[in-house]
């Protein structure tokens, strides 16, 4: 992405203090949860100090003991890891083949895999649940990572495609003129330029796997496959009344999401900018 | 190549011999596209497949046969109350998603641009609720609505401000538009993203010559900020017409379409169907329908504002 451009060197002071009061009540769940996953029922119920009266930090124990959070989160990281690196290994390829080769022209074949994009997973949830179960992945991580990469590969192709069409033909010419094989330009030439559009594909793929709920509700049964997500929910319906423990929970599946976010925004904006906004 | 792989093969008929002129051909692009393609049939193509055939018959999820019915489970939802409801939950849902969602997200764009210093701060914090999980926002919100303690609730008592209370997901009235207000709270930043995008690609010289011209702020975002977002504009709304349709992990984890139907959406509804009451044809049907009209809606959309036009 582009460095973010200035309009002028001062900011409107209504434009901040607008901006600040917004941007300041949208976070205000935040704090909210954080401050009370700090306090006890009693405080809970009694009283809006953002700060607690004593800090009750038995909570985050009642959390990771009583939710297994250590467990959610490995779960939660296999899911991540494995969708990243097959979504990458099987989108760069074809966004490569539909941008650089002779299916450059093959509108029709591109055409399906947009159709893809514009179609809501949603509305196939049925059909997809049974081909999981035929293939015997219910209640296993397998069957969240492959339906995850399956139906991630239309806009994965499509946001490769955008990256690889974007590269000069003329280092793929020169190199082939050397005599380079199709395979040594793919590998050695197209790749490596496409680092940035592989982090953005990967980074957005990331994401995506570690906050994915709809397949998880229906795929992760046992407390053995859940992941933060699916965790969390469970947790509230088993804890309806230590609500300490709750926030606490929450403020435990809150912390890697923006963590993963702050580190790696960069390449997440840009992907999805790119995504929404290349033709 | 191909002049000697005739010379090497002369008894191959010519069909083969087409087949081997092709895979010469298009060998490199194949082998790169085999695992997409792969993947999508196995994930998608199939499952769509699957789900018309489905859609055709009274198939209960465990009966070891599937008996064809014709398109009884398409007239059989288009009639029935329970459905249109979602459908029009589902309109409704989709206005707050637009309103909340792609309006705030171009109100925050806008300012975040008019800001020198700490634009990148901004932008960073603004973004927070949509790196969550649906399953997490739905949790925290909640949480927010929750009738003693939630931060609604406790802020209107403490404002003297009682009678406004609600129990905001247990009231059938309005327990969609407290679920709808959670969503567009996590949306609001993936289209702050993409406006911000947007605005970024504007010719800054347009700025420059309004600035000469002494245009005022207001001026600068009215005439030239909108209306080169056109194509943005045009994106964005494809996408929450997309996004607010599929309407599924916020209701689920708040409500589960409930109370009673109050809030069930049509993904909640085909889920609801197939999974809990057992009738996967009609779930495979109203899923179908779903699909059909998010696909058409989207390409008449895009056509019509191809029709009219971009500034840029």
């Given amino acids: 992405m582009k460095p973010l451009r200035r309009f002028g060197r001062e900011t409107n002071p209504i434009v901040f203090v607008i901006l600040t009061v917004v941007t300041g009540m949208s976070l205000i769940p935040f704090l909210w949860v954080i401050s009370s996953a700090f306090k006890d029922n009693t405080e809970i119920f009694g009283s809006m100090a953002l700060l607690p009266e004593t800090w009750q930090w038995h909570n985050f124990q009642a959390a990771w003991l009583g939710g297994q959070f250590g467990r959610y989160f490995v779960n939660t990281l296999i899911v991540a890891v494995t969708t990243t690196l097959i979504s990458v290994a099987v989108a760069a390829p074809a966004g490569y083949a539909f941008a650089k080769t002779q299916l450059r022209h093959a509108s029709a074949l591109f055409y399906l895999y947009l159709f893809g994009i514009t179609l809501p997973i949603e509305s196939i949830i049925v059909p997809l649940f049974y081909q999981i179960k035929d293939l015997g992945l219910v209640d296993n991580l397998w069957g969240l990572i492959l339906a995850l990469v399956g139906t991630g590969v239309p806009f994965g192709v499509y946001l490769m495609r955008s990256f690889f069409r974007d590269l000069p033909d003329a280092l793929a010419e020169a190199a082939r003129i050397d005599g380079a094989s199709e395979w040594g330009i793919f590998f050695r030439i197209m790749m490596p330029l496409a680092m940035p559009g592989l982090l953005a594909l990967g980074v957005f793929s990331f994401l995506s796997a570690w906050n994915e709920f709809f397949f998880s509700i229906l795929l992760l049964i046992s407390d053995d496959t859940r992941t933060i997500p699916i965790g969390l929910v469970r947790f509230q319906q088993q804890n309806m009344s230590d609500y300490g423990a709750l926030f606490a929970a929450i403020t435990l599946a809150i912390i890697p999401s923006i963590l993963i976010y702050v580190v790696l925004q960069r390449q997440f904006i840009s992907g999805l900018a790119a995504g929404a906004t290349k033709g | 190549m191909s002049l000697d792989a005739q010379f090497q093969t002369p008894v191959a008929s010519n069909r083969t011999r087409r087949l081997r002129k092709l895979w010469d051909a298009y060998r490199v692009p194949i082998v790169l596209l085999a695992p997409s393609l792969i993947f999508y049939a196995v994930f998608v193509l199939m499952p769509l497949g699957r789900a018309f055939q489905l859609s055709l018959t009274d198939w209960d999820g465990l009966a070891p046969t599937k008996n064809y019915v014709g398109v009884e489970n398409y007239t059989g939802i288009w009639t029935e109350s329970r459905f249109l409801m979602s459908l029009w939950r589902n309109a409704l849902w989709w206005a707050m998603h ?16 008019e ?168 779930a495979a049907a109203a899923g179908l329908s779903l699909a059909l009209i998010v696909i058409v809606f989207s390409y008449l959309f895009n056509r019509w504002r191809d029709k009219v036009g971009s500034y840029t």
């Fill in chain 2, 115 to 282: 800001v020198g210093r700490g634009r990148f701060l901004f932008r960073t914090l603004a973004f927070f609720p949509h790196v969550l999980s649906l399953a997490v926002v739905g949790v925290i919100w909640g949480q927010l609505y929750h009738p003693s303690i939630g931060l609604f609730n406790t802020t209107l008592e403490n404002l003297g401000l009682s009678t406004l209370t609600r129990v905001w997901l247990g009231d059938p009235a309005i327990a969609l538009y407290s679920v709808g207000v959670a969503s567009g709270w996590q949306a609001y930043g993936f289209y702050m993203v993409i406006f911000l995008a947007g605005i970024q690609s504007i010719d800054p010289q347009l700025y420059e010559a309004a600035r000469v011209d002494g245009a005022n702020a207001w001026q600068r975002i009215w005439d030239i900020t909108i209306p080169s977002l056109h194509n943005t504009m045009t994106v964005v709304l494809t996408l929450a017409f997309i996004s607010a349709m599929k309407g599924f992990g916020t209701v689920w984890a708040m409500t589960q379409g409930g109370p009673g139907y109050a809030s069930e959406l049509v993904a909640v509804y085909v889920w609801r169907t197939a999974f809990q009451s057992g009738a996967i044809g009609q």
């Fill in chain 2, 98 to 113: 637009v309103v909340l969602g792609a309006g705030g997200g171009l109100f925050l764009a806008i300012l975040i641009s």
